[in-house]
């Protein structure tokens, strides 16, 4: 046992003389594995289970991490860890890692591999890069990425002459929201976090945002805060999510309508003067444009199409204001739901304005301000792009960050000009594009396909050469910005020597760069050694954050409610907040965001909605131990009175078939009253098809294989993917 | 209600099974060597009887019931998770837990059972006995057979209702958790003890004793199920529930089901039989038809027996202060 | 001598099961064995429902049927209230399992004897709040010592309505819960 019973009883003494326990367990990670003595370690470091980046400390006795906390002075963790960060360790101790780096051996996708030593491999992966530049021009090199490891690739492509990287981030994910923001305030609704004041507001609008089981970690602290005190949820959602068992309004709203929802609660709040006209007056503009724009949508016309009582969606929208501006409508974080998104992100916009609760206590903060001097260790400037960049699409809106399937579907035709060679970093495409018959056929016309990741995902094991990360435990990372309430830095550094043949991210960026002959963009020496120069760029001490706390404050930046000496800025053109938008205006866009119907299930189908588990991030840790076994498959959600019609039972093994003919693993059903009719749910990222993971492949169902439908949102380019309707089959 | 539980223990969840056949099987057998201790001193005790008190009648009954218990504790001893561990059982005595007293009672009730054993070997066995320990130990016994045998109908009586209250002190199983299960182990116990009298002894008039007296023990045991059901019947919705099972003939619950309805046949047609016999013709000889009669009812028996004690172990665990009682 | 108990806010409980994970390492729980869980129960029907979170482990109760039952000791009180178990007296019989009304308790299979929540006793020793508590995302999970009139615990328990599972049953759990369900005024 790890302590005895004589000091155990010594503590008790002294406890007994009023000594309390502690909720922040150390000071200095250093000075706590001195008090302790022995062969214990503290090593701070930034948690990489899901992409909230938390302070973790990790807990090393004799060269194995035996437990991992959070880090209590970091905003994003506050000394806690949910259930997925503390099992990174079984992210680490995974048996079925990528432990070597390999190369096909035989036709893509039969998944025959040898080992490679890391010079082999390295060699045949610039050998090949460059063959292709030179063939087809750099610019048929395309980079697709998640997580850290996308800036060291970056760095690659970039360096070739490359501009065609793009992250699913963007246009599967949030990038939709981002730019609807950036339209009306001018900036994004957060970066580290949304800048949602959760913990001091009075009432939470929740559009399918399903705190609790979307588990990052401070919001659900704040959340959870929030709950505990009182404060009213509102919460717009087909399912009755963990948020809306919190709630005082639950608006079981029909899937794809919540534009005419947001539109008429807009109409509701000017018609009966709920909004701040003081705010609306100093800070935006616009004003009386969306108060004509809106009036065609009453509360009788939404009843109607959104299926909810129209007691509820006024009495809803009046609490609401009540408490205004000590409220948010929280901005949503996965946005690609039905192709028309960038309005309704703004519609939720031009609500948070009208209710002033930008800048307000217990609505958003204000970002926090803080500079940093640019950092790039020296390195030259890129060469410029050989070919304009394709990652923008059609799509005048569309962010840097790109959007994913242009460059997908580029490959697949050749035009506007042929796309050769693929390099994916740390995402598992077949998963997190819809359509996997197009993601397939993509990699199939490749000619190279480079992937580098922790696991033999579906994805990785379509690759002709494999390059094996080792996890975040088990490496350097750039120092991060952290942009909370205020501004910070945190530090991303191993607890342990990488295990196997595996190698950091950085490492297999320079390398690459060496062999490429590209060296002035390589690592000078070791990530550490970069990360210590930039620390000193920023004026920050490097060892207060590696050996001691793993975070450290940037003085004076958190300035988060707007005061007479504090004022909002804002990024537009008008610099002030958009009501009406110019920019889209220009574009031929709706200048304020109108309400478009979309398609509905017809008779015996469902629409196919899904969501994320507490326990589980995305498709990415399904095998780790500990999360496996809390959640080995996923269910599909059907309501109850379905059920019965249907004749299925709880917990009955059923098959879905979408729209297309396209059927899933098959998969337990959960009969619920917690779900509309007209929908069914799952949990995204389980039926994994890849037997090299032992635990995941294979259990429950994958919603990606349904959505083989999407509707690109004109605006920014986000795939709705929540178009797809399915039955139910029973299995015999 | 929809439940779901994430981090369950599938020892407990979705339904205990901590014990199993095992420890049925030990108290099945631990109440049938106290049925027997007691059955076979009211052999030699009772009124009426003839011939010497050592007989070669039932002299294997006394042998049989330490050689039945330590069988029995041979199964609790397999179920026991670190076996090797067992002898902490006598490192320390603990009045608050019946695990405790019945690991010493056990200490003591050996010794009861074998010298009472030794004491009954009539002559005719002891003759083809090699002289030795075990031998002198009989010629000592011998003579205090009666002493022992009284002794044996108490601790008899004890081993029996021990098998009962060991499971009815689990205020965590409602099922178990009634004073009258320790009775209902004890008719149980003396009404197997008296089966296997009947199986065992050679003499008519010892088959037709225990036939008389097991109408009267099976009576008792139907009654105080009868009365065990009824009090729960009448309790809790814990207590209500803890019976279900055995009144539910649906899929999960079959077994219990049929237990009850293979009870509530073997056991009223074991009396039917017997009173067939206790009031039929009798010969000085046993007949071949009667012999089956009596043997027949004496195995229903114990099948009877047997199935309350394993349906009272795996029906118990099931019962519970639920998930959504809390 | 410190009391040691925890109270449940069952409203803050958002059901992430950080607490059931930390627990697992913590404590090196084998596979598919836990010290705690989280249950999650919904009633009433579409579109009005009510949810009851609600996470349990061992309530170290006063009167603890383990305790009186273990033949050999090993479960046991100790000085601050809780319920432990001193694995090398553990002959694995399972009465304590048995026993408990809150299906608290499960046999480590690896070494065979009986394992259960200690409260984290080693990180008390440390001066720590048990792991659960300290990475509750929710802050559902308070922890402290009810001889204390001044912590936390006392001033809780001393404001809110609280209750314990499985009263009746009279085993004097120290494990309290309030706010069944969310406040929604």
Known sequence: MAFSRRNFLKYAAMSAGGAVLADTPFISAEARAQAEGGNVKYVPTSCEMCFWKCGAVAKVVDGKVVKLEGNPYHPQSRGKLCARGQAGIGQLYDEDRLKHPMILDGPRGEGKYRKASWDEALTLV?????????????????????????????????????????????????????????????????????????????????????????????????????????????????????????????????????????????????????????????????????????????????????????????ESVRELCRYAPNVVVHPGRHYSWYGNDTQRARAVAILNALLGTWGRKGGMWLPAKAKFASFNDGAPAYPPASKPSLIKGDFPFAGGEGVTQVLRDATITGNPYPIKAWLVAGTNLMKSLPDQRLTRKAIDSLEFFVAIDLFPTETVMLADVILPECTYLERHDGLFKISTREAGVAIRQPAVEPMYDTKPAWWIGSELCKKLGLDEYAAKDNWEGRMRRQAKAWGIDYDQLAKHTGYVTIPDSEKPYITEDNQPVFGTFSEKIELYSDELEGEGFDPVPKYEPIEHPGKDMFRLIYGRSPVHTFSRTVNTQWLWELEKENEVWLNKKEADRLGIKNGQYVVLENQDGVRCNKVKTKVTERIRHDCVYMIHGFGHNAPRLKRANQSGADDQQLITKYIEDPITGGTGMRVNFVKIIKEA | MELSITGTNALTYPVMHVWDWRVAIYLFLGGLSGGLMTMSAINYLRPGRKGPLQSVCCWQIPVLAPILLTIGLIFLGLDLERKLHGYLFYTTFKP????????????????????????????????????????????????HLAFLAKLNIVFGVLLSIYTGILLSTFVARPLWNTAILPLLFLASGMSTGAAVMIIVAKSKEVKLFFTKLDIWLILGELLILALMFYGHYTGDAAHQAAIMPFFDSSHGHFPYFLSIVVVGIALPLAIVLKFLEVTGKHTEEVTGFGLFLMNSSAILVLIGGAIVRFALVYAGQLSGYGYTMM | MPRYAMVIDQSRCIGCMACVVSCKRENDVPPEHYRTRVLEMVQGSFPDLTTEMRSELCNHCDN??????????????????????????????????????????????????????????????????????????????????????????????????????????????????????????
């Open chain 3, 64 to 185: 603890a049927p383990c305790v009186n039952i273990c033949p050999t000791g090993a479960s046991h009180h100790e000085e601050d209230g809780t319920v432990q178990i001193d694995r090398d007296k553990c002959v694995g019989c399972k009465a304590c399992i048995t026993s408990c009304p809150y299906n608290a308790r499960h046999i480590n299979e690896e070494h065979g004897y009986a394992d259960k929540c200690s409260f984290c006793q080693q990180r008390l020793a440390e001066g720590k709040k048990p792991a659960c508590v300290a990475t509750c995302v929710g802050g559902s999970r308070i922890f402290g010592d009810l001889d204390d009139p001044q912590s936390e615990i006392s001033i809780i328990l001393r404001k809110n309505s609280h209750r314990v599972l499985n009263k009746a049953i009279g085993t004097g759990p120290n494990v309290y819960y309030i706010n069944q369900y969310p406040k929604r005024a």
């Open chain 2, 96 to 143: 608050l837990s019946p695990m405790s007293w019945g690991a010493w009672i056990v200490l003591i009730i050996f010794p009861v059972m074998i010298l009472y054993a030794l004491a009954a070997l009539p002559d005719e066995v002891k003759g083809g006995m090699k002289k030795g320990f075990i031998k002198n130990m009989a010629d000592a016994m011998a003579p």
């Open chain 1, 126 to 314: 610039a050998k090949k890069m460059q063959a292709i530049a030179n063939k087809y021009g750099p610019e048929s090199l395309a980079m697709m990425s998640h997580g850290s490891p996308g800036d060291y690739f970056t760095n690659v492509l970039k360096a070739m002459g490359s501009r065609n990287i793009a992250f699913p981030s963007f246009a599967q994910c949030k990038g939709i929201r981002d730019v609807a923001w950036e339209l009306t305030f001018g900036h994004k609704p957060g970066t580290s976090c949304e800048r949602v004041d959760l913990e001091n507001s009075r009432v939470i609008v929740l559009f399918g945002t399903h705190l609790g089981e979307n588990m990052h970690n401070s919001q659900n602290q704040e959340f959870a805060e929030a709950v505990g005190r009182g404060a009213k949820i509102i919460c717009v959602d087909p399912r009755y999510s963990t948020a809306a068992s919190k709630s005082s309004f639950w608006l079981p709203i029909k899937p794809g309508t919540d534009t005419a929802l947001l539109l008429t609660w807009i109409n509701i709040v000017i018609s009966e003067g709920l909004y701040d006209k003081e705010y609306v007056e100093k800070y935006t503009v616009g004003f009386d444009e969306v108060k004509e724009a809106v009036k065609e949508y009453t509360p009788e016309w939404a009843a109607q199409e959104t299926e909810l009582p129209m007691s509820q969606i006024v």
